[in-house]
């Protein structure tokens, strides 16, 4: 199999992409804990995803001690991203008498501490620097 379209493609496009691939695999994750109301934080992750290679792309031709870094810092920032847009997702129920920043914090600091505290999770950030 060649990747060679997927090399010409537009890289903000494949950073969407990946994105939103980061999203369905956040969500499936996540459905039973959350909640049904995880899924509408998953075209969140096209923006998630075009954010974060913006904003590292200029670490790609350093050397890869500071690639490793960067994966693990991308992926930890993404998913802290999601965790921010399950949170807004979460305040859209109507259930009476919460505190916002808490519901959106509360869902920013879980999803962190799911990828970094669950061995299984570990592998996303082999898989981020590949």
Do not use: E
């Not at 810092?73 to 998913?79: H, L, P, Q, R």
Request: glycine share 10%.
């Amino acid at each position: 199999m060649s990747f060679a379209p997927l090399m010409k493609m537009n890289t903000t496009l494949l950073a969407g992409l990946s994105g939103l691939i980061w999203g369905l695999m956040g969500a499936s994750f996540s459905q039973k804990v959350a909640g049904a109301h995880v899924w509408f934080a998953v075209p969140l992750g096209i923006p998630i995803g075009i954010a974060v290679f913006r904003g590292s792309r200029w670490t790609y031709k350093k050397p890869r001690w500071v690639l490793f870094f960067t994966a693990i810092i991308s992926t930890i920032i993404a998913v802290a991203l999601f965790g921010l847009c399950v949170g807004l997702a979460d305040l859209m129920r109507d259930i009476p008498n919460r505190n916002g920043l808490a519901v959106v914090i509360q869902s920013m600091l879980a999803y962190l501490f799911g990828l970094l505290t669950m061995p299984p999770f570990w592998a996303f950030f082999l898989l981020s620097f590949g």
